[in-house]
């Protein structure tokens, strides 16, 4: 069922970017499903998986013998068989240490997942904002060229109204280098997107959707981040990887049973041994390897802490710099546009005859597209923060 989901994903991701049209949701799809980042976090996962199943034990060896009598020529065949057993405590801390490093690559994975899904909102919404900036940058210029043609209708003689028309004419000269360079802007968004969802950027010319606002979560607060949580499933290996190490003075044990055929000089006989390591006579090599376990595990443990201020510290700043950047959105969006919009309707239909009401109409026509590249600019800083704000709060379903 799962993999009859994902073909339909692709099938829908790859039809919409075929068409040249793609909405949001299906570039988040078609982002999720074909990063190869992410494909690369996922064999990481599984081989880490992989690894920590079973318990490890070093193999049996297995000999054959033949022994042979010089003197009346008879020989005998026999076998052997040895195995070593590491100390039972060891054995169970390298299972526990091998399970939290499969753990921790998980939630590696899962960390670079939701980093993903952050960059790939970005990337839809920063060539969204572009094609937007330009559609501005043509309305401003379609404001000053209607401006234009009222300022040269009452210009006539008047000295001053001419030295304002050909204000005008230069800012419209100027603009359409804005409209050129965010052209080429929105080229190199497109060609951005594209690699991150491996098509050729050459035909990818997508025509974009609004997409909606970033809702922020309600709390930050309540749980470890991806990242925080694998930082300490690695300091938990690292303990483990200590408590083995402190186990090294314990020592392994040695079972061997050999046995060998009957000869007209020897009888047919057996032997079992059971032996152990004592590695208390070079003391040295156990405690170079606690040693190095133990200053490993103080590494990891502060590395955790240092992490951990950090994430901390950037969910707080992001937060409030997203509700903050929310707020001014909502103020400009809710009452300063409609007002700017209601202003250059009014004063469209009136006919400027002096110097202040030429001044007036040209600021209210263009105050309305001047405020929509300013709200996109806000939306940009606050989608941002929000994106980054996700990275620690986004969890895949």
């Known amino acids: 069922m799962k993999s009859i989901f994902l073909i339909l994903i692709l099938f829908i991701s790859q039809k919409a970017l075929a068409e040249n049209r793609i909405t949001f949701e299906d570039f988040l799809k078609a982002a999720t499903s074909q990063n190869?980042?992410?494909?690369?976090?996922?064999?990481?996962?599984?081989?880490?998986?992989?690894?920590?199943?079973?318990?490890?034990?070093?193999?049996?060896t297995v000999g054959l013998m033949k022994m042979t009598e010089k003197e009346s020529g008879s020989s005998a065949n026999g076998f052997e068989v040895e195995q070593m057993i590491p100390f039972p405590g060891r054995i169970a801390k390298d299972h526990s240490a091998r399970r939290f490093e499969a753990q921790a690559q998980e939630e590696m994975r899962k960390g670079i997942e939701a980093e993903t899904f952050a960059k790939a909102k970005i990337l839809y919404l920063d060539l969204w904002a572009s094609q937007q900036r330009k559609q501005a940058l043509l309305s401003r210029r379609q404001a000053i060229e209607e401006h234009l043609k009222l300022s040269r209708a009452a210009t006539r003689s008047d000295s001053f109204l001419k030295i304002h028309t050909l204000k005008a004419e230069s800012d419209l000269d100027l603009l359409e280098n804005d409209i050129l360079s965010a052209d080429q802007e929105i080229r190199e968004k497109e060609s951005i997107a594209g690699e991150f969802l491996n098509v050729d950027v050459r035909s990818f010319h997508p025509v974009l959707t609004e997409p909606p606002l970033t809702e922020l979560p309600t709390?930050?607060?309540?749980?470890?981040?991806?990242?925080?949580?694998?930082?300490?499933?690695?300091?938990?290996?690292?303990?483990?990887?200590?408590?083995?190490?402190?186990?090294?003075?314990?020592?392994?044990?040695?079972?061997?049973?050999?046995?060998?055929?009957?000869t007209q000089m020897m009888p047919r006989y057996s032997e079992a041994m059971v032996g152990i390591s004592l590695p208390f006579i070079f003391p040295w090599q156990s405690s170079r390897d606690s040693e190095k376990n133990s200053f490993q595990r103080q590494q990891s443990e502060l590395e955790f802490e240092k992490e951990k201020i950090?994430?901390?510290?950037?969910?707080?700043?992001?937060?409030?710099?997203?509700?903050?950047?929310?707020?001014?959105?909502?103020?400009?969006?809710?009452?300063v546009l409609p007002k700017a919009e209601r202003r250059m309707k009014l004063i469209h239909n009136?006919?400027?005859?002096?110097?202040?009401?030429?001044?007036?109409?040209?600021?209210?026509?263009?105050?309305?597209?001047?405020?929509?590249?300013?709200?996109?600019?806000?939306?940009?800083?606050?989608?941002?923060?929000?994106?980054?704000?996700?990275?620690?709060?986004?969890?895949?379903?």
Not at 223 to 240: D, G, I, M, P, Y
Not at 247 to 261: I, S, V
Not at 325 to 332: S, T
């Open 310 to 335: 950090r994430i901390n510290s950037d969910k707080y700043t992001l937060s409030s710099r997203a509700q903050s950047l929310r707020q001014q959105l909502d103020n400009l969006n809710r009452k």
């Open 36 to 60: 190869l980042t992410l494909k690369i976090e996922s064999a990481k996962s599984k081989a880490a998986e992989s690894n920590s199943s079973g318990i490890t034990l070093p193999p049996p």
């Open 219 to 262: 709390s930050v607060e309540d749980r470890n981040s991806h990242q925080l949580e694998a930082s300490r499933l690695t300091l938990e290996s690292f303990k483990a990887r200590e408590d083995e190490g402190k186990l090294a003075w314990f020592p392994d044990f040695y079972l061997r049973y050999r046995e060998t055929g009957g």
């Open 350 to 397: 009136i006919a400027p005859r002096d110097m202040e009401s030429l001044q007036d109409h040209r600021e209210a026509m263009e105050a309305f597209p001047e405020l929509k590249l300013k709200s996109l600019d806000l939306r940009m800083q606050y989608e941002n923060a929000a994106a980054e704000l996700l990275k620690y709060t986004w969890s895949s379903k």
